[in-house]
């Protein structure tokens, strides 16, 4: 392919070319085009990888450091929500029924880990039910003494406006405390789920605001 | 002159590159051997209702589980007939919710929805007529809540959110309550 362009009559240099040069060029066209694969394969499967795992504006609600597949779950869903959930293992309900938010950093972009510990500070969410757990990066929940892995509406002592705070720590901490285990660093991720939002959309999807997730904000680091 | 050829590799490894993502992400979902349904299958038989014991850490079926919410599924296989589904629902934040093989969520009966405490609704595929299939009296039939199932195989499976530690035995004996069983005798 190369040679198409270089060695044509014209070329200025044609003449000084070896006699062995039609293989040796055929040979360094086939190595550019295993390298062209080469790079096509690294770069369609990272993309793919990269839309599957973190999702994109096509797939995903992004606020601040929770995001939301929106059609988990759902029939007519787009394949990279399909790969998605295939790849979670989870059996999660549409987002018609219910909302699920994800965080794996802190409000200003730093990943979530045990070494640190956070205020998570949230408002009053318009639905029937909601709860917040942590869980460490494969999803499991995390040993405690006090085996508290999540606090919901009904248990989360919350403020008279609706307002509350957990303190997500590996040590006791007063008001509502999500502990983080102790032993080695561990990544973590927040979950909140919402059953039955009380605000739909045209098409049912129950709405979060915005605002309405909590904060995450970091204190201190071990 | 010179220049086009770089920009050809650059087309081709763009293109070749796009062919790539498409077929990945496609192909994924068949290739993803731990989904959900895979690990709910070894837990026990089709058209049971079986209970996920309280979560613990190390005991989740699946990841990132709610660990204040109680689950009972039942594996249905409609390949011998319609399944039925019975219980009393004491909560109105009970969530009973149907989904194929894939995870594709087809029906959710949220408890607030249902019009008594009683559940009981049957799963059928499209062309399964639930009179024909025997149930103990004609007028019996008129009152059952028929879901129609897209797949031969799935599950239904109820959330039982816990509303604080009192309720959480009364909860876990209405789960255990809860009866699947083909509706053919």
Known sequence: ?222 | MQLRVPLLYILLCLVLAGLIHIAAVLALPGLAPKNAWARLVPLGPANTMIQIPPLAPGNEVMPMMAPDVRYAFCRFDLAQGPVRLKGSVPSDLWMIAFYTPEGDNFYTVPGADMKSAQLDLVIALADQTVAEAGVDAPEDADELFVIKSPAREGVAIIRAPLSGPSRMARTEDALKATVCSPLKK
Not at chain 1, 11 to 21: K, N
Not at chain 1, 152 to 165: K, L, M, V
């Open chain 1, 1 to 222: 392919m190369l040679d198409k362009f270089t060695a044509g009559p014209s070329a200025p240099h044609a003449t000084f070319r070896p006699a062995s040069a039609p293989a040796h060029s055929s040979m360094r066209t086939l190595l550019q085009l295993i390298a062209v694969f080469a790079v096509a394969l690294v770069l369609g499967i990272s993309s793919a990888r990269y839309m599957i795992e973190e999702g994109s504006f096509l797939t995903t609600q992004r606020a601040g450091p929770w995001a939301s597949w929106l059609s988990e779950g759902n029939p007519n869903a787009d394949p990279y929500t399909k790969a998605h959930l295939a790849r979670s293992g989870r059996l999660p309900l549409t987002s018609t029924t219910a909302r699920y938010f994800t965080a794996s950093t802190d409000s200003q972009g730093y990943q979530l880990t045990s070494d640190c510990e956070y205020l998570i500070e949230g408002s009053a969410l318009n639905a029937r039910w909601w709860s917040l757990a942590v869980y460490d990066e494969h999803g499991s929940l995390i040993e405690n003494p006090s085996q508290r892995y999540s606090f919901n509406s009904e248990e989360a002592i919350r403020r008279s406006d609706g307002t509350y705070r957990i303190s997500l720590a590996s040590n006791a901490r007063p008001e509502n405390w999500l502990p983080t285990g102790t032993g080695p660093e561990k990544k973590l991720v927040l979950m909140l789920r919402i059953y039955s939002p009380r605000e739909i959309d045209s098409s049912g999807i129950g709405q979060i605001p915005n605002d309405r997730l909590p904060k995450i904000e970091r204190k201190a680091c071990n």
